[in-house]
C-alpha cells in the first residue's frame, strides 16, 4: 500500500484492523445476548429492513452489455454520458443484534458504467474498517444509531467501549460505514459518511470499484468529516468541516486542488448538533447551527434517540470568509426554528448571501428510524427555501419556493457557488419514498395558492414515476462541460424501482424539457434497494485514475 499511496500524492491508509476473537470475545457476547433479551423488545419491525429497504445478498461484479430501452445517450451527444452513475446506501451484511436504523447498514455502490452507449451494472461493498471486522466475526458487534433510545441505548454504548478496551474490536481506523454520499476529489472517487474520514474508491475502466484505503490525508485529518463536501468547479478546492460530540463541535477544512489539507479551523457553537451539509459561494461558506442536540441524557431520561430537535430554537447561519484562517470574522444570522438535511447552492448578490435549500418544520429521527411512517406526518414539510443574509445590515429573510415534500436538491455543479437558475430535487411520498423529480426555475415566482406540487410558477416540471415506482435522488449530466452552454441542457440520471415487479432501473431523463417519455431506460439484473446519495464520475475521470 505504501507505493499506491506515494503514487496518488499521500493520504490513502491502507485500513488493516486488527480484532480478536477469544473468551473476552465470547463473554462479551454472552453478555449482550443476556442483555438484548432482558431490555429490548424484538417483536418490534425494523421497517427499514423490509421491502426494498432490505439489503441485497452479496455483491455483484460486472453485467456487460445490459439491454437499453431508448439510447444512451442520442447519437449526436454520444460523448456525454460516457462514464459511471454510481449511488451509495445501506446495505448491511449481518442481521442487527438488536435495534437498526436506516443510516446503520454497511455502505453498497451501485454503479451503471456507460461507455458509448453500451451499458454494464455492478455493485460492490465501500471496504470499511467495519464491515472487515464483522466479516471477521460473521455477525454484527457495532453498536448501532437504532440502539441509541431510552437506557437500552447506554447499554449499548457501554457494550461498544467494553468491546474496544478489550481488544475485541480494533476502533483505530473508525467505526464509519460509507454509506451516505459520493464525491470525486484529486484522483479519487470518496465514499463518505458523517461520524468517519472518507473511503478513497478506484473506478476500473470495466466500471469495477476498488476500495483503496481511507482518506487521512498526510496524517493532517483526525476529526471527522462531513458527507457533503463541496468542490469549487473553478479552482478545484474541495471545503469541507467536520462535526463532533466534544469540543471544538465544528471544524472546518479546505483541501486543495491538488489533495493538500489546510490547517483546522475551529468553529465555536453552543452545543453539539447534528450538522449534515453546509454551502460555499465563491468568497463564504455558510454553516448551519440548527437545534437538533446530541442529547444523550434526554435519551435516558424520556426513551427517545439520541438526537432530539428543539422546537423553541432559532436555527442560526454562520458565514465566514472561506480562506479564514480562524473563526473571528463568522458572522451570524438567526432564522424561525428549523432543519436542514440538503442544500442546493449558495451564491452572492450585492451585500447578500443567498441559500438554496431544502427547509424541514418538525423533523424526528424516529420517521428514520423503526418508528417510520408509511405517509408522511401533517405537522411535517419538507419545502424549497431561499434565505438570504445581509452580509452588512445583519439581518435575515427567507421565502418559500415550494409545497412538501421535497429534499436531495441537485443543480448543475458547474454553478456550484455562483447564481444558478434551476434545481432538481426528489418528490417524497413517505420519509424515504420518491415518487418523481421536479424542476425548479428560480427566476420564476411560486404559484399562490396551491397546496401540491404541480406544474406552474417556478414548478417547471415533474417526472412522475408512475403507481408502485419509486426513485432516488437524480444527477444532473450537463451534454457540454462549463457554463458556456445553457444551464439545463443536459440529463438526469436516477435509480428507479417497480414495487410491483420487483425489478429496478436505471432511468435517463431529459432535463429540459423533463419529457415523461424518457431518453433511456436501462433494466438491471438485480434488485437494487432504496439509497442515499449519487455521482456521475465522467469519462475523464476515470481515465485520470487510471494513471494510478
Not at 454520499?181 to 472517487?189: E, F, P, S, V, W
Request: charged share 25%; net charge negative; with cysteine.
Amino acid at each position: 500500500m505504501g507505493t499506491m499511496e506515494a503514487e496518488m500524492g499521500g493520504g490513502v491508509v491502507a485500513v488493516n484492523p486488527k480484532p480478536s476473537k477469544g473468551f473476552s470475545s465470547k463473554a462479551v457476547d454472552w453478555l449482550e445476548k443476556l442483555l438484548v433479551k432482558l431490555m429490548y423488545d424484538s417483536s418490534q419491525p425494523h421497517h427499514w429492513l423490509l421491502g426494498n429497504f432490505a439489503p441485497v445478498d452479496d455483491e455483484t461484479p460486472p453485467c456487460t452489455d445490459l439491454s437499453v430501452i431508448g439510447h444512451l445517450p442520442p447519437y449526436r451527444y454520444v460523448e456525454c454520458l460516457n462514464g459511471e452513475f454510481v449511488r451509495v446506501g445501506p446495505n448491511p451484511k449481518f442481521a442487527p443484534v438488536a435495534g437498526y436504523h436506516w443510516f446503520d447498514g454497511d455502505g453498497m455502490i451501485h454503479g451503471l458504467r456507460i461507455k458509448d452507449g453500451k451499458a454494464t451494472y455492478l455493485s460492490r461493498y465501500v471496504k470499511t474498517s467495519r464491515l472487515e471486522q464483522e466479516e471477521y466475526f460473521g455477525g454484527a458487534k457495532f453498536m448501532k444509531i437504532g440502539d441509541l433510545k431510552g437506557f437500552f441505548g447506554l447499554v449499548m454504548v457501554q457494550m461498544q467501549m467494553l468491546r474496544s478496551k478489550l481488544k475485541v474490536l480494533d476502533l483505530s481506523y473508525g467505526q464509519g460505514t460509507g454509506n451516505t454520499a459520493l464525491i470525486y476529489h484529486h484522483g479519487k472517487l470518496l465514499a463518505l459518511s458523517e461520524g468517519d474520514k472518507p473511503y478513497a474508491i478506484k473506478v476500473l475502466e470495466d466500471g469495477d470499484l476498488q476500495t483503496l484505503g481511507l482518506m487521512d490525508y498526510d496524517k493532517r485529518l483526525s476529526h471527522t468529516f462531513t458527507a457533503h463536501p463541496k468542490i469549487d468547479p473553478d479552482t478545484g478546492e474541495m471545503f469541507a468541516f467536520g462535526y463532533s460530540q466534544k469540543p471544538p463541535f465544528v471544524t472546518y477544512r479546505v483541501i486543495s486542488k491538488e489533495g493538500v489539507m489546510n490547517d483546522p479551523v475551529p468553529i465555536t457553537i453552543p452545543e453539539s448538533v447534528m450538522m449534515h451539509d453546509f454551502a460555499i459561494t465563491e468568497n463564504y461558506a455558510i454553516f448551519m447551527d440548527l437545534p437538533l442536540y446530541f442529547k444523550p441524557k434526554e435519551m435516558v431520561k424520556e426513551k427517545k434517540l439520541i438526537y432530539i430537535f428543539d422546537k423553541t430554537k432559532k436555527a442560526r447561519f454562520g458565514i465566514l470568509p472561506r480562506y479564514a484562517k480562524n473563526e473571528l470574522q463568522i458572522k451570524w444570522f438567526e432564522l424561525p426554528n428549523c432543519f436542514i438535511f440538503h442544500n442546493a447552492n449558495a451564491w452572492e448578490e450585492g451585500d447578500e448571501v443567498v441559500l438554496i435549500t431544502c427547509r424541514l418544520q418538525n423533523p424526528n429521527l424516529d420517521m428514520v428510524g423503526d418508528g417510520a411512517r408509511e405517509k408522511l406526518d401533517k405537522d411535517f414539510s419538507n419545502e424549497l427555501f431561499e434565505m438570504r443574509f445581509n452580509m452588512e445590515t445583519g439581518l435575515a429573510s427567507q421565502k418559500k419556493l415550494s409545497e412538501s415534500a421535497v429534499d436531495f436538491p441537485r443543480v448543475n455543479e458547474y454553478y456550484t457557488g455562483r447564481k444558478q437558475r434551476y434545481v432538481y430535487a426528489t418528490r417524497l411520498d413517505s420519509i424515504a419514498k420518491v415518487t418523481g423529480i421536479v424542476k425548479f426555475d428560480l427566476h420564476a415566482e411560486p404559484e399562490v395558492g396551491k397546496t401540491n406540487l404541480e406544474v406552474g410558477g417556478n414548478v417547471q416540471g415533474i417526472y412522475d414515476l408512475g403507481p408502485g415506482r419509486f426513485g432516488s435522488e437524480a444527477i444532473f449530466v450537463p451534454k457540454v462541460p462549463g457554463v458556456a452552454s445553457e444551464e439545463d441542457d443536459g440529463y438526469l440520471i436516477f435509480f428507479t424501482h417497480d414495487e410491483s415487479t420487483g425489478k429496478s432501473s436505471v432511468t435517463v431523463i431529459d432535463a429540459k424539457t423533463m419529457s415523461p417519455d424518457p431518453v433511456a431506460v436501462v433494466p438491471l439484473p438485480h434488485r437494487v434497494p432504496y439509497g442515499f446519495h449519487a455521482f456521475f464520475v465522467t469519462e475523464e475521470q476515470i481515465q485520470e485514475q487510471a494513471r494510478f
